[in-house]
């Protein structure tokens, strides 16, 4: 079974630039997160998907921040415009069904951004 | 202010040698999970623990949950080069529902 995809790997962009990473999740799972992860630092919570609903985003600085589960399948996350504090590792995660407090989360390899 | 405390926060060690990471926090968690993650890969799940005092055992691996479930600990007997990785906490408060919270991480490496 494939694991959570997550393109491009890398992005390096200057400041004021927009970007967008790209996430599909384990087939069948419903639930999708994406997560921002500084140096040095667990994972941050930017949003949860249950299916197309986006039933999470409290901690999305929706001022430049954006993202969309059109089909309730794949994801997009958009930045516009970057700014340097952004440079992060961008996570995506799904989990087979609402998620519970026992749930795993399979998380995708990341897309590392870097703003220059 | 970090929900979920882990110590310490690097950790180098010898081949063979015993060691124990913390996770502590001040809130309750209605279950605590441990993560490893290694370069340019997402974190993997190792252990979910939902009870109190639970202890469970993976291979070399023990976590236990505090019997408040405030706090975890992770302990590695006879540490091995294939264990080297960062080593997270999360947990899910008993207030804020699905929402995982992790902590910052241990930095393991385990020297041959």
């Known amino acids: 079974e494939a694991g959570v995809v997550q393109s491009p790997r890398y992005k390096i962009i200057e400041k004021k630039q927009p970007v967008a990473f790209w996430c599909n999740p384990i087939s069948g799972h419903n639930t999708l997160y994406w997560y921002r992860q500084n140096l040095g630092q667990g994972p941050e919570l930017l949003i949860r998907y249950e299916n197309e609903e986006a039933v999470d985003d409290s901690q999305l600085p929706k001022d430049r921040f954006s993202a969309e589960r059109l089909k309730g399948v794949d994801s997009t996350l958009k930045i516009q415009p970057a700014e340097l504090g952004d440079s992060a590792v961008y996570l995506c995660a799904s989990s087979p069904r609402l998620a519970g407090v026992t749930d795993t989360q399979y998380f995708g390899p990341g897309t590392r951004l870097t703003v220059l | ?112």
């Open chain 2, 1 to 112: 202010t970090q929900l979920l405390e882990q110590s310490p926060q690097f950790l180098s060690i010898q081949e063979g040698e015993n060691l124990t990471v913390y996770c502590n926090s001040s809130s309750v968690f209605s279950s605590l999970q441990w993560y490893r993650q290694e370069p340019g890969e997402g974190p993997v799940l190792l252990v979910t623990v939902v009870t109190g005092g639970e202890v469970k055992k993976l291979k070399r691996l023990t976590f236990q949950f505090g019997d408040a479930r405030k706090d975890s600990s992770l302990h590695i007997t006879a540490a091995q080069p294939g264990d080297t990785g960062l080593y997270l906490c999360a947990g899910h408060m008993a207030t804020s529902g699905s929402r995982l919270t992790f902590g910052e991480g241990t930095q393991l490496t385990v020297n041959p």
